[in-house]
């Protein structure tokens, strides 16, 4: 009944067909893969966010070179903050509105980190931003630390020199321009009691984001190919027995 499945064709779309399940079961543990690793990352970070502020020479002398085990724990730092070296980073959204970003260089007894304080109105594209000033003289701040944005492969490249606005916070590429600089940056949050800069919200990690999903409709695929090669192979044979009945 099913010995039209040792002709080559039916051999060779066997073939093709048991590939591309296993293509899709493939693509599919993939997904499952990366939905178990931003869950695990989601769950960390909100961890971190939790645990009571580190003073950052302590947290820097820990960490080591391992800077990534730094991203988004909570820090406190005394120092001075440095206006007349404040840099922007430009395409950034407040409301719908369009604007930047106002980093700040503070300097601490062991460096100087950069400390993002917020949004302003595009408007405001000269640093330093003299309408919304960092405090003067020394204060104490607790903000959370962020890991450096390079550059990516294709992406825009800085111009040489000194930089008074960015695309990025890229540690590496600012270390010429800021003695001691930190490997990580400090993102400001909470409000403040004056209108600028707007304090930049922080991230939520409560979305797994659509991995699981993916993984699905993957692993439905590979379904929907063994079940419609089955029922055409089984509508193939039943149409030969007829024929065979018939003669």
Do not use: C
């Amino acid at each position: 009944m099913y010995s039209f499945l040792r002709a080559p064709r039916w051999i060779a779309g066997l073939i093709v067909v048991s590939t591309i399940v296993l293509v899709f079961i493939a693509l599919g543990n993939w997904q499952l893969g990366r939905h178990r690793e931003v869950k695990l990352d989601n769950e960390i970070f909100s961890s971190r966010l939790m645990d009571e502020p580190i003073p950052l020479d302590v947290m820097l002398s820990s960490a080591g070179s391992s800077t990534d085990s730094l991203e988004y724990r909570r820090a406190t730092a005394t120092g001075v903050f440095e206006p007349d070296a404040e840099i922007l980073v430009r395409n950034q959204v407040n409301n719908g509105i369009a604007g930047f970003h106002v980093v700040t260089p503070f300097r601490f007894e062991g460096g100087t980190i950069l400390v993002n304080r917020g949004w302003v109105p595009l408007e405001l594209d000269t640093p330093p931003i003299t309408q919304a000033p960092p405090p003067a003289g020394e204060v104490e701040i607790e903000f959370v630390l962020r890991s450096s944005q390079p550059i990516p492969r294709f992406g825009r490249v800085e111009p040489e020199g000194e930089l008074t606005v960015v695309n990025r916070i890229d540690l590496e590429r600012l270390g010429a321009q800021f003695a001691g600089l930190a490997p990580v940056w400090g993102q400001l949050t909470g409000s403040d009691e004056q209108p600028l800069p707007v304090p930049v919200a922080l991230p939520t990690f409560d979305d797994n984001g659509p991995h699981l999903a993916y993984a699905a409709q993957w692993y439905l695929f590979a379904l929907i190919a063994v079940v419609g090669s089955g029922f055409l192979i089984r509508s193939t044979a039943t149409k030969a027995k007829r024929r065979k009945n018939k003669a």
